[in-house]
Each structure stands twice: as C-alpha cells, then as structure tokens.
C-alpha cells in the first residue's frame, strides 16, 4: 500500500475582501483614493457582505478536514463599522486569518499576507484563492490535500503543479429571481488551487487561472460539485451568455446539493433574494 504523503502539506486559502490594491482590478481608477471611494460606498460594501456570508463563508465552516487557513486581506482604512462587521463574520470561522494594509501593489500585499501565515518548515504549501461571492464544497480541502497524493511525483520533479476542481453551479439573480446552472469549466478560479514550495516568493494569485495550463501540471477532477459562483456585474473575469443558460430556480434536486455540498439553504438564499431586491429598488435598478 502506497504511503499518503498529504500528510506533509500545510494548506491555506486567500480571499481579498475589497482591498484597495495598485491593479489586480478589471475596472481602472485614476487615483488609489478614488478607489477607496468606490470599494467603500455603502451599497457596494453591503453587497460584498451579503455575497460573503451567503456563499463563501458557509462551506468554509463546514470542511470535513479542518486543518487549513484562511487569509482575509482587506484594507486598514475599512469604516469603523464594517471592519467591525467582517472581524464578527470572520470569528464564526476558527481558520480565519484577517490582515489588513495599506494600498500595495495587488500581488505584492498578498504575498506578505501568506507568507504571515506559511510555516517555513511546514512542508510543500497547497494555496486556493477565493472571491468574496464564491464558494467550496465541504470537501474542498479535504479533495485537495488527495490531491497531493496523485501529484507528488510531479512535484518531486518540477516544484509545482496545479490542481482543478472543473463542476459545479453558478448563481445569479435578476428580474427573473435567484437561479443556478450546474457547470463544468476549465480553470476557474474557484476550487482551483497550486502546490509549491513554502520557500518561493510566489503565491496562488501569480498565476492567471485562466492560463495555469500554460505555467505547470495540472491535475483536473470532475464527477464532484467543488464549487459554487456568484455571478453578478463586479465579478473579475466577465461572464459570457452561455453561461446564464439552463439557468433553473433554485428548488428540488437543485436546492438540495447547494445546501448539502455548501451549506447555502433556501433560508439563506431567501434572505439574499430580499436584501438584493430592495438594494436594486433603492438604485432604481
């Protein structure tokens, strides 16, 4: 019998939670105080809460391995009453790690804040990034450190590969309600993640997802729901119109694996569906 070398691994997630960074941004603004403004008003920080605690935070919370971290980066400047508000959010998950600074370059600010929280001497490092509006299924992390098992030979030999998680569900909601389509997508940046060395100054978000094949190995599992996408205009990577096909109610079979595989109930999204209609009515949307 083959010995589990995923032992070895130390895993930790990174999720940037409006941070005010110099790019690592679609939409451009000419001065990084324009930015604050625009990532701090009011209605855009109420939105990111909602998305937060809707579909990211509650897989986190239900992992079948515990034996990760999960890093926060959000800005030092954050209003007193929201930073308030995430720190609360965030004590409701025992792996949360919040650091916060000032503007820095986007890659730069969150490779001080993982290498705040990679042990030097904990072994080969397994790093997945998170959007403030997606979400894992609660078996992610225990997936991803298998993973390393099929992957350590190729890590032996080129000191990174990447591993891919392609199925899952994306969420929006519209004038028609809140509605999901099950997925399969190469390389998307949820349930997506790369092993490397703890000593490399590099960290997960140096590698465009969408171009990962290019950079290292991957390893690409599917047959599993690993992830689930929001889908709404402030998303990094834009959407195509495919990608609001067969978009189907959230009920029955549907409803079921969202809860099942991320903790999101019909409660939850029914609370969603609410706080996001009357946002809409305020914005005249």
Known sequence: MRSRTSN?????????????????????????????????????????????????????????????????????????????????????????????????????????????????????????????????????????????????????????????????????IDEEGIRACAQQRQYWTPALGVYIRPHIDKTVVHFRHDTIWRQMTTLTYTSEDMFVRGLNSTNGTPFKKKDFEEMVPIEGAVARALSKNFGITEEALAKFHAAESQASARAGR
């Open 8 to 172: 070895i691994v130390q895993i930790l997630g990174l999720c940037r939670f409006s941070y005010p960074c110099y790019g690592g941004f679609r939409r451009e603004h000419e001065t990084i105080q324009h930015r604050i403004d625009f990532l701090y008003g009011e209605e855009r920080l109420e939105e990111r809460f909602r998305y937060f605690e809707t579909f990211t935070l509650p897989g986190l919370r239900l992992q079948t391995d515990e034996d990760f971290k999960f890093v926060v980066l959000a800005g030092n400047q954050l209003p007193k009453a929201y930073d308030e508000r995430l720190k609360d959010m965030l004590a409701t998950l025992p792996q949360a790690r919040l650091v916060q600074y000032e503007p820095l370059n986007h890659r730069e600010a969150c490779l001080k804040a993982m290498q705040e929280h990679i042990d030097p001497k904990g072994g080969v490092c397994g790093q997945f990034r998170l959007d403030d509006d997606d979400g894992v299924s609660y078996r992610f992390v225990e997936r991803f450190r298998e993973a390393f098992d099929d992957g350590h030979e190729v890590m032996k030999r080129e000191h990174k590969f990447a591993v891919d998680f392609n199925q899952g569900y994306t969420v929006c």
